[in-house]
């Protein structure tokens, strides 16, 4: 059964850094671009970074230069590395995994951790 487990969420202060880990099961993984997606209280979620099975990376602008996304195919797992926090990236943080090659294309997504920047 495909499964998308996070973890290493928490609070920490302004300046500070957390990494975030996604174990993927099942049939996901490999050909599958995975992503990580924040929402915020009353805010729509959104996409933070993504990875493409060939390593193509994508972030969203207020989080470039402070946030990289890596995978590893031995452990199916996906990170996200996150420094310097700022207040506005508190939020829960979603693993995703998409891969359209099927129909309707497959869109996975794991249960959410919570991350909290704050003095």
């Known amino acids: 059964q495909e499964q998308l487990v996070e973890s290493g969420g928490g609070l920490v202060q302004p300046g500070g850094s957390l990494r975030l880990s996604c174990r993927a099961s099942?049939?996901?993984?490999?050909?599958?671009?995975m992503g990580w997606y924040r929402q915020a209280p009353g805010k729509q979620r959104e996409l933070v970074a993504s990875?493409?099975?060939?390593?193509?990376?994508d972030y969203v602008d207020s989080v470039k230069g402070r946030f990289t996304i890596s995978r590893d195919k031995d452990k199916s797992t996906v990170d996200l590395q996150m420094n310097n926090l700022k207040p506005e990236d508190t939020a829960i943080y979603y693993c995703?995994?998409?891969?359209?090659?099927?129909?309707?294309?497959?869109?996975?997504w794991g249960q959410g951790t919570q991350v909290t920047v704050s003095s």
């Open positions: 995703n995994a998409y891969n359209s090659y099927y129909t309707p294309p497959h869109n996975f």
């Open positions: 099942g049939r996901i993984f490999s050909p599958y671009t």
């Open positions: 990875m493409t099975a060939l390593g193509i990376t």
